[in-house]
C-alpha cells in the first residue's frame, strides 16, 4: 500500500516510508491511498481475540510492507509484558443503559496517547531497518500535555533515537509537567516553550521544512521524524481501539451484530476521532461522530459553520490538552471530505497560514454537518458534570472525559437520538487531581504530589501506580526556550 501527501497526491511513499519521515516534505500529512475494508465476518471472528491479537488483525492492511510476525512482535512488546494495569488494555465501561466509556488510560503515562506511543517506537525503529536508514532518528514532539510524557517513555533508550519534547510553559498541569521532567532515559529532552501549545505545534512544523537545518543536521548524523498524530503511524494503532470496543460490546451482548454505535470524542488536534471516522470507513458501525471541544472551540465552530478561525481568543482550561487552536489532523478530514483533491487542501492550508482561517466549500462543509455533531464545554461545566457523574454513577473522570459527558449529554437532548454511544476516555482523573477535587467540593487542595493521596482518600479510588511512584523521583532542572529559538534548541540537544 502506498501513502500520499495530502498537499501532493504525486508524492506516493510505502508505510515504512512514511512513518519514518512522518510529515510529508511539502507539509502535508500522509494518508492511505486507499482504505481497506474489514470482512463481513471480521468482527466476529475478532470478538474473542486479545486487544494485542485484534490490533494485528487491523493494522497489517495498512503495513504489508511488514510481516505477521513482526507486527505480532510490536503489539507483544507494546501491550503486553504489564505495561497496561488492565488485560484488556483499553476496557469499555458501562456508565447507564446507553452509554458507555472506553477507557484508554491504563497505560504507562495514564493517557490515551499510550495507546499508540507505545506501538510507534517499533514501527518506526522497523521502518528505519526497512529503509537502510543509517542516520539516528531525532523525534521532535510538541505537547499540550499527555503526547509528552507518553513519547518520552515510548522512546526511552530505544536504539538509533533520541527525542525532544516541547511542551508550553504554564500550559500544562502540574502532574504532567512533573511527568516530563522525571523522565528517565539517555535520549530523552525536554523544553518549556515561551507560548502556548499552538506555538510550539508550530514551531516543530517549521523545523520539519527547514531545509537548512535538515542538512546541517544531515552533516551530524540526524534527521528529523515526528511522534505527533500528523505521523501516520500515530493514527493508524488509534483505529484500532474503536474496532475494540465495538468488538467487546458485541462479545458482551450489549449490542447486536451489524447495530450502529455513537461515538463522543473530546479532542482538540483532531486525530482521536479521525481514527474513529477511518474505523468507519473500514466497516465498524459507527453512527453519528460527537467532536466534543472545550472553551477553546474551534472545531465546535468550524463544523457548525464550516468556518476554521483561529484568530480567537486563546484560554488556559482545566482540560489543557485541549487547549489547541491548530488542529493539524483536520487536514486529513478535508483531504477525504474534498474528495482527496490536493489542490483544495493546499488553498486551505496556504490561508490557514497566512490569514489564520479558510472557509471550506459548500460541499465540504455539508459531509462534515452529514457525518459530525459537535459541542462545547465550559470550565463550570466541566466541573458539575464531574461531580454529577460521581455522584450519580460512581463514576470518577478527568475534565476532558468531562467535557466528552457533557457534550454527548446536550447532543441528546438537542437531537433525541438515543443510539448507544461510546465516550473516550482519554486521561485518568489523577492526572488532573486538583481540578477533579475542586470539582467534588474540596476547598483545601494537597500540594504537591500530597494531591494524589488525597484524591484517593476523597473518593476511595486508587491512584494508578505510575502517578503514584512520582513522589519518589527527582525532576531534572527545566529548560525554557522562546517561540523564535526553537532551531538553537534543537541544535544543542543534537551536540
Known amino acids: 500500500m502506498y501513502y500520499v501527501s495530502t498537499r501532493n497526491k504525486g508524492m506516493k511513499k510505502l508505510a515504512a516510508e512514511a512513518i519514518a519521515q512522518g510529515l510529508s516534505r511539502d507539509g502535508g500529512l500522509f494518508t492511505p491511498e486507499v482504505f481497506p475494508k474489514l470482512s463481513p465476518n471480521a468482527l466476529e471472528t475478532m470478538r474473542e481475540m486479545s486487544y494485542q491479537q485484534r490490533a494485528v488483525y487491523v493494522m497489517k492492511p495498512f503495513l504489508d510492507d511488514f510481516t505477521v510476525s513482526e507486527l505480532t512482535a510490536y503489539a507483544k512488546r507494546a501491550y503486553g509484558d504489564n505495561k497496561f494495569d488492565v488485560k484488556e488494555v483499553a476496557p469499555v465501561r458501562q456508565v447507564d443503559d446507553t452509554t458507555y466509556c472506553l477507557e484508554l488510560w491504563h497505560g504507562p503515562t495514564c493517557a490515551f496517547k499510550d495507546m499508540a506511543l507505545q506501538m510507534l517506537p517499533h514501527l518506526l525503529t522497523g521502518s528505519l531497518s526497512k ?72 514551531g516543530v512544523k517549521r523545523l520539519f521544512s527547514d531545509e537548512k537545518l535538515r542538512d546541517v543536521l544531515a552533516e551530524r548524523g540526524y534527521f528529523f521524524s515526528s511522534a505527533n498524530s500528523i505521523n501516520w503511524g500515530r493514527v493508524l494503532p488509534q483505529i484500532v481501539y474503536y474496532v475494540s470496543a465495538y468488538c467487546d460490546l458485541l462479545r458482551d451482548e450489549k449490542i447486536q451484530r451489524g447495530e450502529k454505535v455513537n461515538v463522543c470524542v473530546p479532542t482538540g488536534n483532531f486525530g482521536d476521532i479521525l481514527a474513529a471516522y477511518y474505523a468507519r470507513e473500514m466497516g465498524v458501525p459507527i453512527g453519528k461522530l460527537i467532536c466534543a471541544s472545550n472553551q477553546n472551540k474551534v472545531l465546535t465552530d468550524f463544523i457548525r459553520t464550516g468556518i476554521y478561525d483561529r484568530n480567537r481568543t486563546f484560554y488556559n482550561t482545566i482540560s489543557p490538552s485541549m487547549d489547541i487552536l491548530i488542529s493539524s489532523n483536520l487536514e486529513r478530514m478535508i483531504f477525504e471530505f474534498a474528495e482527496r483533491s490536493d489542490g483544495e487542501v493546499r488553498s486551505y492550508m496556504t490561508q490557514l497560514a497566512n490569514q489564520g482561517r479558510y472557509e471550506v466549500s459548500d460541499s465540504v462543509r455539508a459531509r462534515f454537518q452529514q457525518n459530525f455533531a459537535a459541542g462545547f464545554c465550559d470550565d463550570t461545566q466541566t466541573k458539575e458534570t464531574i461531580a454529577k457523574l460521581w455522584n450519580e454513577n460512581h463514576y470518577l473522570v478527568d475534565p476532558h472525559s468531562a467535557v466528552a459527558f457533557h457534550v454527548l449529554e446536550e447532543y441528546r437532548r438537542e437531537s433525541g437520538d438515543e443510539t448507544p454511544t461510546i465516550v473516550v476516555s482519554t486521561a485518568s482523573p489523577f492526572k488532573f487531581c486538583a481540578d477533579v477535587l475542586d470539582a467534588l467540593g474540596e476547598k483545601e487542595i494537597a500540594q504537591g504530589t500530597a494531591v494524589i493521596d488525597q484524591l484517593t482518600e476523597k473518593t476511595g479510588v486508587p491512584a494508578p501506580a505510575p502517578l503514584a511512584a512520582l513522589k519518589h523521583f527527582k525532576p531534572r532542572d527545566a529548560k525554557v526556550t522562546a517561540k523564535e529559538a526553537m532551531e538553537t534548541a534543537v541544535l544543542d540537544f543534537l551536540k
Open 131 to 202: 529503509n537502510s536508514e543509517d542516520k539516528t532518528a531525532c523525534i521532535l514532539v510538541a505537547t499540550s500535555g499527555d503526547t509528552g510524557k507518553a513519547a518520552l517513555e515510548g522512546f526511552r533508550d530505544v536504539d538509533k533515537t533520541r527525542i525532544l519534547v516541547f511542551y508550553p510553559k504554564d500550559g500544562v498541569s502540574d502532574i504532567q509537567e512533573l511527568q516530563m521532567l522525571t523522565q528517565q532515559g539517555e535520549n530523552v529532552g525536554i523544553c518549556a516553550v515561551e507560548g502556548n501549545f499552538d506555538d510550539a505545534q508550530s
